[in-house]
């Protein structure tokens, strides 16, 4: 949701304001279709390996959900998280994101020039909450382009082919690209392995044991998932948008102590009335 508002000779009360934010607010909420109902998201998602979660709590957390109850989740309603996807060229991201937003499944390998990007929309505990999934290119001579949109990430996800090795050894520079362009301590970081689908279980169990170990080197969450059979895949980017939510509702009540919109205003009437994206 983006709002120009111009300096005026006269700015606008902020009576005023409220009531055009308000209806901004009440418009946006009319133009847009309702959420679908698969991405109702009423219960915290729980992690796929214990030794190499997040967090392994059973449910949100306390001040989340009440917060979300009694609607004060300031801005958090309005933002949309932006989330990046990188790894080696053809582990499979665009067929990742392509088998959770569509539901579709390609078996011919075309690579992704630059990028690529698409919204979901989930409603976690009541509260409308948006994902931005970029997805990047993997190979070489497209790495250049890609990287320019790496910038402003909130989750980083980054993919490796079950049954190639080398694509997993790859994982750390992966995270080092990404990381050069967002705040190391404010990102949060997925290892996904893909194509479970084509490794037995004696080769998955061998290179998962791997996979967690960096997992939790780089502190980062361990998923496998295959998106020709859709095994995790639903979980997976439901639980990344969990997380995604109770961390800006955490972060969004230790700012402000809980701010209705009124006081956002206010603070915007404070500062320079320019192009302001809420
Ligand atoms: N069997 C199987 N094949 C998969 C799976 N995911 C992707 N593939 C295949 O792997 C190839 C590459 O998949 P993409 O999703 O295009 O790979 P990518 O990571 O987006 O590649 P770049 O865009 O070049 O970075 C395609 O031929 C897919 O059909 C999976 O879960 N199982
Ligand atoms: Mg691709």
Known sequence: LYISLHKTEKSPSAEHLHCSLMSV????MSVLPPVRRDRVIAQLPQYFRKEAAQHTKEDFNNKVKTACQE??????????SKVIVVGDLAVGKTCLI???CKDAFDK???????VDFEMERFEVLGVPFSLQL????????FKCIASTYYRGAQVVIIAFDVTDVASLGHVRQWLEDALKENDPTAV????????KDLSSPAQYSQIEQDAI???QEISAEYWAVSSLTGENVKEFFFRVASLAFETNVLAELEKSGSRQIGDVVSEYLNKPLCNHTI
């Open 213 to 215: 170990k960096i997992a």
């Open 98 to 100: 392509n088998r959770f």
């Open 25 to 28: 607010r009440v418009s946006a």
């Open 134 to 141: 970029w997805d990047t290119a993997g190979q070489e001579r």
């Open 108 to 114: 011919n390998y075309k690579a992704t020039i630059g």
């Open 188 to 195: 949060q970081l997925f290892l996904v392995g893909t194509k």
């Open 71 to 80: 609607q004060r989740t300031g801005t958090v309603g309005f933002k949309i």
